[in-house]
């Protein structure tokens, strides 16, 4: 068990030898440092919300890791062999091909992003009043799973909820709170367990391999599905290797493997972990839900041979998936947001423990405890680190959590976070240096922080759109 958040693989310690990353940079694409004047007036007119800021406005941007990577010779040289035919594509048999050898199910159907395949899915095997338990809920998921009748239900263990918990899995699924669930409803109420790794929400924290098998083992036995949310499943299997038994020396490319074999299919975001801009697909094993998904395919996204992606972006994702499992790129990709997160937790700022994947969450709650939740800590937060550095982050709270559709009131989660997430292969260890320090800055300057009001709240996913002002 690991109880610290930098391993020694990461070769932290006393005679540390430092690592890089395995690449050298060959384009480059400057970026604009604004003053505090024009940042005043860029959040201002932004309603206080990062999402309606202008790129340019912004120094480093750190509000998601979704398509922001930065694409490989290789995959720049896929995208010049793009076969744009309507139908029947090279460049989809090469998809095809990449996501069966790495991921091993056997039927693909291409998206233009995740949510396309979270859509389909969803229609395709959730009935009016089903239950849906899942490792806590991510936005575009949960949102899927209802508009198709479903109810989710949070089935994440406990620790996932306490940003202080030093255990190793805070992603994985508590089968005690699965089972009575199942008892309760009826196992003909769950068309499927949604597994996903890493937990976005929780902090970017992953699922062990014990838990999936154990999770199959469940499913079989109440003859329940299983599918992953496998948007950020190879860095889910890079914490297996580094922390659980018998792991370490196998590839993170085998585990991958494994990992899926223990569920029944996957849908997935490929512009996180595969190193795109965009593009996405849904995979499964099971040829009826293949059919109605390949059908409904048509209907929203495109031809089954592209789903929503122009032919070079399948090319260049089938590259990028092989880059992605790749051990050094893990490394260095996840030993990146480590680094970060070492320099904040010397400096004894409040963030989520153990560091994840993908981001530093930063406990808003704990910047500013005299900020109700109703006044938007984590809003208020990303807001005020914008206005200090240029840095843009997300919120990762009560806006994102949305209203209970029954009651129509705030849904008020234990974690009131914001999201410092990092592109892949997109900035140095200079970029988090800067943002460390801003970050310091604006913790230093807590007490003279007061909330935001919301003044215009959009019907759906709210956080990407609401407007507040300061209070
Ligand atoms: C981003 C994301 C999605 C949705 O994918 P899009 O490509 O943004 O539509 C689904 N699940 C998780 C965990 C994600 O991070």
């Given at each position: ?36 004047a024009e940042r005043?007036?860029?959040?201002d007119e932004a ?127 508590d089968l005690n ?295």
């Amino acid at each position: 068990m690991m109880t610290t958040t930098i391993p020694q693989t990461m070769g932290q310690q006393f005679g540390r030898r430092s690592w890089a990353e395995p690449w050298k940079i060959k384009m480059v694409e400057p970026i604009r440092m604004t003053t505090r004047a024009e940042r005043e007036q860029a959040i201002d007119e932004a309603g206080y919300n990062t999402f309606l800021l202008r790129s340019n406005d912004v120094y480093i941007d750190l509000l998601t890791d979704s398509g922001t990577s930065a694409m490989s010779d290789r995959q720049w040289a896929g995208i010049m062999l793009g076969d744009e035919a309507y139908a029947g594509s090279n460049n989809f048999y090469r998809l095809e091909k990449a996501i069966q050898d790495y991921y091993g199910y056997k039927y693909i159907v291409p998206t233009h992003q995740g949510r396309g395949a979270e859509h389909l899915i969803s229609q395709a095997v959730i009935k009016q009043g089903d239950y849906i338990p899942g490792n806590m809920y991510f936005t575009t998921t949960r949102l899927h799973q209802e508009l198709a009748g479903g109810i989710f239900v949070d089935v994440i263990v406990d620790a996932a909820h306490d940003p202080t918990d030093l255990s190793p899995f805070k992603g994985n699924i508590d089968l005690n709170k699965l089972e009575s669930l199942i008892e309760k409803v009826g196992a003909e109420k769950i068309p499927y367990v949604s597994l996903a790794g890493t937990v976005n929400m929780a902090g970017g924290q992953p699922v062990s391999m014990a838990n999936v098998r154990d999770l199959r083992v469940l499913c079989d036995k109440h003859n329940i599905r299983l599918y992953l949310d496998a948007t950020r499943m190879a860095e889910n299997c890079f914490f297996i290797q580094e922390r659980e038994e018998g792991y370490a020396d196998k590839p993170v490319a085998e585990i991958l493997r494994e990992f899926c074999s223990y569920t029944d299919g996957a849908w997935m975001s490929s512009k996180k972990d595969h190193l795109v801009n965009i593009g996405g697909w849904l995979a499964v094993n099971d040829e009826d839900v293949f059919d109605k998904a390949r059908n409904m395919v048509v209907v929203y996204e495109g031809l089954h041979t592209y789903g929503g992606m122009s032919g070079r972006d399948m090319e260049a994702l089938a590259i990028g998936i092989s880059e992605s499992v790749q051990d050094d790129h893990l490394r260095a990709r996840i030993g990146q947001v480590y680094y970060l997160g070492e320099l904040l937790t010397d400096w004894q700022i409040p963030i989520v423990q153990p560091v994840g994947g993908h981001a530093i969450f930063l406990d808003a709650k704990k910047f500013y405890p005299h900020i109700s939740q109703d006044k938007f800590p984590a809003q208020t937060l990303a807001s005020e680190l914008y206005l200090e550095s240029g840095i843009r982050a997300m919120e990762r709270g009560v806006v994102s959590a949305g209203r209970d559709p029954e009651t129509g009131d705030h849904r008020y989660p234990a974690l009131e976070l914001v999201r410092l997430t990092i592109p892949r292969r997109v900035y140095t260890q200079a970029h988090m240096d800067v943002t460390a320090e801003a970050v310091r800055a604006v913790y230093e300057n807590r007490e003279n922080t007061n909330g935001l009001n919301m003044v215009y709240e959009p019907d759906y996913l709210r956080f990407f759109q609401a407007r507040f002002e300061r209070l």
